[in-house]
């Protein structure tokens, strides 16, 4: 087993991946778990960034509603490349538009979610998944 660790050879790339997208998945999901929480969602609707977008109220609920349904999809592994483009899309706009754009400091969840949704576009679902034939 140790010269297993100390190799550069893959030990289990699709197991790894599948390891890491249900992570992943179950971390947006959870974000997502927010669009439930009247008050809390409330209060996003009175960021500044927010009160800019055209009808706040459902860009709010459309984007918890997007962190929620993607991370669930993405756990299960079930249309992983569509869903990584979601995530990518929102978590893009909220490093953008809603946070600084500061991937080194402050708004590193946001861009290190778009990072993990191009890491499943390009590799797809992998093991443990639900895939559509």
Known sequence: M?????SSAPISIEK???VVRIIIG???AYHGLEVFDREL???YVTWDKI???PAPHIMVYLG???ELVSGILLTIGLFTRITSLAIIVNMLFIYFFVGNGQFWY???HP???AVFGLLFLMTGPGAWSIRMK
Do not use: Y
Request: charged letters at 15%; hydrophobic letters at 55%.
């Open 26 to 28: 179950l971390l947006m």
């Open 106 to 108: 402050g708004d590193q």
């Open 111 to 113: 861009f290190l979610f």
């Open 51 to 53: 009160q800019g977008l």
């Open 2 to 6: 140790a010269s297993k660790i100390f």
């Open 41 to 43: 969602m409330e209060g």
């Open 64 to 66: 918890k509603g997007a």
């Open 16 to 18: 790894g991946l599948a």
